[in-house]
């Protein structure tokens, strides 16, 4: 450089003043403290607020115990007295709370067990059910999106958005019993319900495959929906970022078209797809009752749907426990993710 | 041979009026032509319709663009490709977008020669620290591994310069390139990009509507009015001794002097430039002009052309020594 070019701006521009740093904890280490108390504080709310509308619901355990045998009412006034039923809703509140701190869901008379033990044979059935149905219907209907906005106008993309319409317009529970007739009933190429096949002790791959060819129509059913909804997404967020200042200097820089498109645009319309992605996550976790309930499958939706029905209060608040700690936890991975695709976005 | 050359040009929509209409243009090796005009005149399309980036709803209708003597306007986008960024490179108004967002400069440099050149990672990111170098950028080896959004517009206008000459193009086009950014900045970029000029005999197509940015770095001015060249000519001469009454208005209509109370009002030229679809018969000015007459509305006026180099379309220009 010949001559020394006064520049503005330069050296900490855009990375903020150094600050001095507090309580020397890395700026990473600090957010995640943060987050993790925040979640704290959550699960508290929801364990309290739900606590108190199961409250104000008549009929509690003792009574779903009473239902099935014949109790004489000092019977009953010794259960309640044994569960702490005859105390205050302060107290019992203060003493569930102090129950869940152990992470103990206390008992589930319905299934005779302890609540958690309930629900962590539960757990994986939806756990497989939602990753499989998220990560499915996410990477499909992105596919789907970017097509149609890559040929938007065309006959491609009036093709994909009526395939879209249909499966955004038709309830997910018809698609599941239209899978099973045609799949199950009449080819018979896959079983109609349950989990896996009962009886047969099948084990390593074998079960594998088993549990797999039960999985494919509730997955399916589960998808079809947000296939469409991440079309839609896909095609819209698409379109916005195409028409950004970025995109024509990528075009004035000679790349090809594939990588303008698919290098260039799409990280940058991914981020409303990654926000979808979280609340299908959340939506599903205890919302695909009707799905569980066609194809028989043991997952979390059904079980918090049996221990409303049946009073079963500690199942149903161990449910919403681990419902919301899904959410919580899917939204923190959701907001890493934000900071990985968009580096604009800063820990805070 | 002229490196670029646009001759008797029209862009257009499909049916409706055209918005550049008999556009004769060239650009010399080593020259800097400055291109000015009011918003809307069609001076961005112009610089769009050489680069092949028009809107789908745009298409060169006639005439023809030559570049190095090859024509240029009709070719299909994949060969049209090859042009863009190796021979031509375009730099944009808006710095602050201009560039992807969630992509290291580095890698928005390095892609260019990536794909023109062929080149290795390692030799893509050596060339691409040694453009950072030549547009200035302290600290180069560092900021290859920013984002945009870690720079300021002046820093982020000099790696789209950078970007633009990645692959050493004989055609750069700047597209108002200092409009965006504050006047110290404008000043440093605009030396920057004369200095680059010179240095590596670029032809430099630069469109601005000021005309003090024209005068400090172009060699030769051609001033648009409603899609067609109405004054063309040397800087010094054009700006000093104005032909056509639309560049002697455009030169009053500066601010001059000082801004207190009692100084003069700012000069300014009547009316507006019309819509593509409402432009008049005759001459396109002539609503507009102080020196009007009944042949401006029968007959469109030619771009006639002195020895010199001077062109002027006007049936009654002004003459030399006489002020506007």
């Known amino acids: 450089m010949s001559e020394p070019v006064p520049l503005t701006g330069t050296g900490t521009t855009g990375r903020g003043p150094a600050k001095a740093p507090s309580r020397r904890l890395s700026p990473a280490l600090r957010y995640v403290l943060r987050r993790l108390l925040q979640a704290v504080l959550v699960m508290m709310l929801v364990m309290v607020g739900s606590f108190l509308l199961v409250k104000l619901a008549p009929g509690d355990m003792v009574d779903a115990m009473a239902g099935t045998r014949d109790l004489t009412a000092d019977q009953i006034a010794s259960l309640r007295e044994r569960y702490g039923l005859d105390q205050s809703v302060f107290v019992q509140l203060i003493r569930y709370m102090a129950l869940l701190a152990t992470f103990d869901f206390g008992y589930s008379p319905i299934n005779a067990a302890p609540a958690m033990d309930v629900i962590l044979a539960r757990l994986p059935v939806t756990a497989i059910l939602v990753v499989c149905s998220v990560s499915l219907s996410m990477v499909i209907g992105t596919i789907f999106g970017v097509l149609a906005s890559r040929f938007a106008g065309k006959a491609v993309d009036l093709g994909i958005s009526l395939f879209m319409l249909l499966l955004y317009a038709t309830p997910s529970f018809i698609i599941a019993i239209l899978l099973i007739l045609i799949f199950a009933v009449k080819l018979h190429w896959l079983p109609i319900a349950g989990f896996e096949s009962v009886g047969m002790g099948y084990t390593g791959l074998t079960y594998l495959k088993d549990v797999a060819a039960h999985l494919i129509l509730p997955v399916t059913a589960l998808c079809t929906f947000y296939i469409a909804i991440y079309g839609r997404i896909g095609r819209a967020s698409m379109l916005e970022v195409l028409k950004l200042d970025f995109v024509r200097t990528a075009r004035g820089k000679g790349l090809t078209e594939g990588r303008v498109f698919y290098v260039h645009a799409l990280r940058n319309a991914l981020l409303p797809l990654v926000t979808m992605a979280g609340l299908q996550v959340s939506s599903l976790f205890g919302g695909a009752v009707l799905i569980e309930t066609i194809f028989g499958l043991p997952g979390m939706g059904r079980t918090a749907f049996d221990a409303v029905f049946q009073r079963d209060t500690n199942l149903l608040l161990g449910v919403v426990f681990i419902s919301s700690l899904a959410v919580v936890i899917v939204n923190f991975v959701i907001d890493m993710l934000y900071m990985v695709l968009d580096p604009r976005v800063n820990l805070k | ?181 504050d006047v110290t900045v404008q000043a440093q970029i605009l030396r920057l990009l004369k200095q680059l000029q010179q240095e590596e005999n670029l032809g430099l197509l630069f469109i601005t509507h000021d005309l003090g940015v024209v005068r400090q770095v172009a060699d030769r001015i051609v001033v648009m009015y409603a899609g067609s060249v109405v004054e063309e000519g040397r800087v010094d001469a054009v700006l000093d001794a104005p032909r056509h009454p639309y560049t002697a208005g455009l030169i009053a209509a500066r601010p001059q002097g000082s801004f207190a109370a009692g100084a003069p009002r700012l000069a300014d030229i009547a009316g507006s430039v019309p819509a593509p679809e409402a432009r008049p018969d005759g001459c396109v000015f002539r609503a507009r002009c102080p020196r009007a007459q009944s042949r401006c509305e029968a007959e469109r006026p030619a771009l006639v052309r002195a020895p010199t180099g001077r062109a002027t379309r006007c049936h009654f220009p002004l003459t030399e020594g006489v002020p506007a």
Do not use: W
């Open chain 2, 1 to 181: 041979m002229t490196l670029l050359h646009i001759d008797n040009l029209r862009v257009g929509p499909g049916r409706s009026a055209p918005i550049v209409e008999e556009l004769t243009l060239t650009v010399e090796r080593g020259e800097t032509v400055g291109l000015v005009g009011e918003s809307g005149c069609g001076k961005s399309l112009t610089a769009l319709s050489i680069m092949g980036l028009l809107p789908e709803n745009l298409r060169v209708r006639q005439g023809r663009i030559l570049l190095e003597g090859q024509e240029i306007q009709s070719l299909p986008q994949r060969k049209l490709r090859h042009l863009r960024g190796e021979k031509m490179g375009m730099i944009f108004q808006e710095p602050l977008t201009a560039l992807n967002p969630v992509m290291t400069v580095g890698s928005q440099i390095t892609e260019v020669l990536r794909t023109h050149r062929g080149l290795s990672a390692n030799a893509a990111r050596a060339r691409a620290l040694e453009l950072l170098t030549l547009v200035k950028i302290p600290d180069a080896e560092a900021r290859l591994n920013d984002y945009p959004h870690q720079m300021s517009g002046g820093m982020r206008q000099r790696v789209v310069i950078a970007i633009a000459l990645a692959c050493s193009p004989s055609l750069l086009i700047a597209d108002e390139p200092t409009t965006a950014l």
